[in-house]
């Protein structure tokens, strides 16, 4: 363990999808720390929720890092709350953090450079791409306005400050995603107008956008992540499985698209065998642990040296593990952070800060001995990682865990 624990220790972590923090004023910290152990809606019973080892683990380790181990879940003013944040983040080796700024929770912290002083590492923001294109919608009567609009805004994404772009298409119309002409495009452009309704849900238009947008991220060379199946009790995970994307994913990535799969379950062998036969496609496991851990390790390996992995919990796929990226889905509550940095399992080694790992250099036999006994690790990364921006500073890639109503 010892060997492992020094291993494991060494390496810093970047979460590449987390969401904003909230308040650490509230008064209602223990139902928000349940509310987040779980994606269902808030009408879901908080006694049933508390009734599970997710919650049961955040409460033990909030004790750990609080200021007041007697009331861990107490309101926090500042500096105590950053003095709590300071301590989670710093103990893990939190290098940077990759906020979805298309989802806001309640009382959450907008101000990026707030958060940023308040965890003690940068920040970043990433492009919801169903979000913008609502906003622009409020501000344009036709299709040609809005698109025009839209698509200048994400073409100088990355000369404003993201380092990335995502899509909830999978909680909206599913990923069963289509070429679409620009009549029938402006014709759900119209619909969508007059409804009434903010929310995009238009199939059409979301098909026509991601078809569209692709080559301006390709341009930016910049990564696009992609909601897949385990979310809120909205969703239907029918149509979030990835193997729905194929015509898509031949369309793209093969010209230079990088597109990452987040969360996967229950779908993480079918983003494990995308990942094995589409170029520039990763792929996270964020809720495999919680949800689905399921198949022996050596499974991952049969296609993939030690020297290739890159990230996180070996996925029982034939996927190479260096496109299997780690997991945080950082949500509102820190304590998510940090229990899912203690739940992982093995990859491969590499030298702190970013240096270069030594390529080929297998794992020490002691330390894979202690991870089998053990299932303890946080989501190493072997290589570093292929994203621009996202990989910058060559660290672990983390992505993971709940957030609660991630309402979209």
Known sequence: MDDLSEYVDQVPLLDHHCHFLIDGKVPNRDDRLAQVSTEADKD???????????????LALAKEFALDANNPLAAMNDPGYATYNHRIFG?????????DTGFVPDDPILDLDQTAELVGIPVKAIYRLETHAEDFMLEHDNFAAWWQAFSNDVKQAKAHGFVGFKSIAAYRVGLHLEPVNVIEAAAGFDTWKHSGEKRLTSKPLIDYMLYHVAPLIIAQDMPLQFHVGYGDADTDMYLGNPLLMRDYLNAFTKKGLKVVLLHCYPYHREAGYLASVFP????????????GPSGPVGFSMKLSNWHHIRASYLPPTPAPTQKCTGWQHGSSSKPWWHILTNCHSLTSPRKRHGSTPSAGKPVPSSIIKSANCAFRNRSISGLKPKWPDFGHLGLRSLCGGFCASERV
């Open 280 to 291: 520039n496609l990763y792929f996270d496991i964020s809720l495999l642990d919680n949800l």
């Open 44 to 58: 879901y019973p908080l006694a049933d929720t508390k009734n599970r080892l997710a919650y049961h683990g955040f």
């Open 91 to 99: 103990h893990f080796h939190f290098k940077e953090l990759l906020i």
